[in-house]
């Protein structure tokens, strides 16, 4: 069997009479920057996040980056997230002339590890970002806490959690603001590159408004030096006719992790953990193995792709050693990023080809 480790393909079947139509009318309409597709899906998302605010953007970077900016966030600052993301949550701190202070993580839930935070606050320190890694929400709760204590901003990168919820409440509704992307490959993603940022705080939404379009309101006004990260008009097309599929397909998603979960015990690997309070929606499906590398071919090899998320932390990355995170001491995520693979999973993915993956991932260990 031949397994895909995403199908983008036959989602778009299975939705593609209402795709089609929406870009068409964005074509016909030609409102191919921001316009009347964006201005609904902003609507449908800040519902969707129970937040007041949704403010549209070109890219996962961009929403925290502006998010950052808007917050006044800049040189001799300092900004904790977990050392276990992707390298976009660091290169968005770095831009605003912040300095990233990257604490480890928990080994059980992957996330940023809470009993750390406070020894990496400073006076410098303004504002925690916790990454809802692999779509598992960070305890929220607890975050909050500390931020209030130390009079912190909370930023939620929640690029790998569109609908996961802790405690009953959704990804980005936690923090003064949570970044979202769109690539196409995240649970809801985009024809392309697309992002956004959600807030009920209204004075922040229109600054990031502003800062999204040339720092400004009124054309040819610019009130601030601003960027260009408008969302284009196809996106926020295609976004819309997405969302209302989401949740369906984040139960699919916990469907197969399911299958995964039930036939993968007893092995010699780490699952990834449930915990009752936390609906996750499983962007990725990560298993830990000592014996990465080996299971990895016996995968490819049988039809199965994986892959690693993420082979190299941020602090050994060649273009981020000048960052200061040399002597950074962060042992379990040293340790994952030897030990995790990413089996293959999305909505489309079938009982059998789960069971498949299973079946070989058993065969690897002789059970
Ligand atoms: C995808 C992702 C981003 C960046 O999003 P882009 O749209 O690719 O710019 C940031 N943080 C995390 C955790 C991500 O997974």
């Not at 961009?62 to 900016?69: E, H, R, T, V």
């Not at 390298?87 to 990257?102: E, Q, V």
């Not at 397909?249 to 979960?261: D, G, P």
């Not at 993915?349 to 789960?354: G, I, L, S």
């Amino acid at each position: 069997m031949k397994i895909n480790f995403l199908d983008l393909k036959t989602q778009y079947e299975s939705i593609k009479p209402e795709i089609d139509a929406a870009i068409l009318q964005v074509i016909n309409t030609s409102s191919f920057v921001l316009g009347p597709s964006v201005a609904k899906f902003e609507q449908d998302f800040s519902q969707y996040c129970q937040c007041e605010e949704t403010i549209a953007v070109n890219s996962g970077t961009s929403a925290l980056f502006l998010a950052l900016k808007a917050m006044g966030i800049g040189a001799g600052d300092e900004v904790v997230t977990a050392a276990n993301t992707f390298i976009a949550t660091a290169a968005a701190i770095i831009y605003t002339g912040a300095t990233p202070i990257l604490v480890d993580v928990d080994p059980l839930t992957r996330n940023i590890d809470i009993d750390k935070i406070e020894s990496a606050i400073t006076s410098m320190t303004k504002v925690i970002i916790p990454v809802h890694l692999y779509g598992y929400m960070a305890d929220m709760e607890r975050i909050n806490a500390i931020a209030v204590k130390h009079n912190l901003i909370v930023l939620e990168d929640a690029c790998q959690a569109h609908g996961a919820k802790f405690n009953g409440k959704p990804a980005g509704s936690y923090g003064l603001a949570g970044a979202f992307s769109f690539y196409p490959g995240k649970n809801l993603g985009a024809y392309g590159e697309g992002g956004a940022v959600v807030t009920s705080d209204k004075g922040l939404a229109k600054e990031m408004r502003k800062l999204r379009d040339h720092g400004s309101e009124k054309k040819y006004f610019h009130d601030v030096i601003g960027y260009n990260a408008r969302m284009e008009g196809i996106q926020g097309a295609v976004l819309g006719v997405k969302l209302k599929y989401l949740d369906k397909w984040n139960i699919e998603r916990n469907r197969v992790a399911y299958r995964y979960r039930t036939r993968l015990t007893g092995l010699p690997i780490n699952l990834p953990q449930e915990l009752e309070n936390y609906y996750q929606v499983y962007h990725l499906f990560v298993i830990e193995i000592e014996k990465r590398e080996e299971l990895q071919k016996f995968l490819s090899d049988n039809g199965v792709p994986t892959l690693i998320h993420y082979p190299i932390p941020i602090h050994q990355q060649k273009g981020y050693l000048s960052a200061g995170f040399i002597s950074a001491n962060l042992p379990i995520t040293d340790r994952l990023a030897k030990t995790i693979l990413s089996l293959p999973i999305y909505p489309e993915m079938t009982d059998n080809q789960a069971d498949y993956v299973s079946e070989k991932i058993r065969e690897f260990f002789g059970k």
